[in-house]
């Protein structure tokens, strides 16, 4: 599979490619842009609520497929569906086209989990599919459930998936004082499995903590939250700075600056520039 050969070549090489949740063609536009500039393979994250927001999987495939053609994009672009909660939305957005799917089972048992993650990988061969295991937390450290390396071991041997996001510390959304990252866990599952692992919580991590953890395996880095807020700041300004404004285009533009330079950090960060 062409596009998961990018995932494992950043895990060989100790970078890893991030994934920019997206929300609409404006902010994917700004995204690939970037991307394009530092010559970074990039991952867009769709959710099912984005998915929803947009009209359906398959405008989503189109806004990505349309922009790359109009923008001359040359850079390798994965279009994955984020924290799918059923089999049938991931059947759904594959059928639409989604180079890649996360089916989040998280929250069951972990003989379901497996069961849902193995129909996936064994229907779907050309497809990248990521699972998660344990418990990522949710604003402020809340409800962190550590995954046991035993539980890693099992889904990785018995569904072969592509991807697997542990939770070892990160939350979604923002972080209320400092990250407790557990790094010996990402030397376990290193040491027992050879996967390359996905980090969720991607937004306000230290620079310090993603370079240890894509040196410890993880390949794949999610940030949502960190553009969503560039996203409001920027609109906020514009709207107080020219309050009589009222074209959506002018609007909307003005989101563009602070967009690419929290995408241009990170691939700093990440190491993933000039990498396509
Ligand atoms: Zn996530």
Known sequence: MKKYEEII????????????????????????????????????????KVANHLGGFKVARNIVDTLIEELNITIPV???????????????AIKAGFDSVMIDYSAYPLEENIKITKSLVLENPNTIIECEVGTI???????????????????????N??????????????????????????????NKIDTPLVMHGGSGLSDENFKKSIAKGVAKININTELKQAWTKSIRKFLNDN???TDPVFIIKSTGVE??????????????????
């Open 78 to 92: 994965i279009l994955h569906l984020d924290h799918a909660k059923s089999k049938e939305s991931c059947e759904k």
């Open 243 to 245: 309050p009589n404004e």
């Open 9 to 48: 070549k950043a895990y060989k090489n100790g970078y890893a490619i991030p994934q920019f949740n997206t929300i609409d063609a404006e902010y994917t536009r700004y995204i690939l842009e970037e991307c394009e500039k530092e010559k970074s393979p990039v991952i867009l994250g769709v959710s099912e």
């Open 259 to 276: 967009i690419k330079k929290v995408v241009s950090n990170l691939i700093h960060v990440f190491g993933s520039n000039n990498k396509a």
């Open 161 to 190: 998936a592509h991807l697997i996001a542990p939770s070892f510390g990160t939350v979604h959304g923002v972080y209320k004082g400092e990250p407790k990252l557990n790094f010996e866990l990402l030397d376990e599952i290193k």
């Open 137 to 159: 937390g949710k604003n402020g450290n809340e409800g962190i459930v550590y995954s046991d390396i035993k539980d890693i071991e099992r889904i990785k041997r018995e569904t």
